[in-house]
């Protein structure tokens, strides 16, 4: 049971790592991340705010990876509600104040890249499922041979266009954005000597089949 509680610790890290190198990498006021584009256009199409957007957006990707085969789990539950929640949380908390210089903004910008990258690490290790974007990104990657770089980059391309088409944010940072998380992601991943590819996911029903067992 140690060992499933680390394991929960981990995901739950990392969803909270993704919310803050999101809104770090808003902060960093250079335009925001191609997401951000899609979500708060679409949110001020809308009138809701960017986190239940986020929330929304998740549970629509979701449909469409359980469609491509990919195993839906506890990890992507909780990415598809909480990282919209700690999004909206620290936005209001306003921690982390716009940034006023190009200087400093693009270094914030590499940070919130960094963070993400680390954050989406800690999240599919944990063995819970990916979230809805990275099971995406997933299903890309084991259905194209593509590297994952590549697989996550073209996503994040194609939600910059629809988010701009949406009324969304775009600026230089989004662009940096868009090519870079792909780049970030896959250095974190080849650092660290992880392969995505190869995790064994606990589906949902694993994760209620093993509480059942231990409360039994």
Known sequence: MKHWIDRLFRLLL????YAVGIVLTMRANLGFGPWEVFHAGLGRA?????????IVTGVLIVIGVSALGEQLGLGTLLNMVLIGVFMDLL???GLVPPMGHWLAG???LAAGLAVIALATYFYIS???GAGPRDSLMVALNRRTGLAIGVCRGTIELTVVLVGWLLGGMVGV???VSAFGIGLFVQATFRL???DPAQVRHETLGDTLKLLAWKRS
């Open 126 to 128: 944990s063995g819970f």
């Open 14 to 17: 990392g969803l909270f790592l």
């Open 173 to 175: 940072g989004t662009v």
């Open 192 to 194: 660290l000597r992880f």
């Open 106 to 108: 693009s270094l914030l």
């Open 91 to 93: 936005l209001k908390l």
């Open 46 to 54: 809308v009138g809701m705010s960017i986190g239940n957007v986020s």
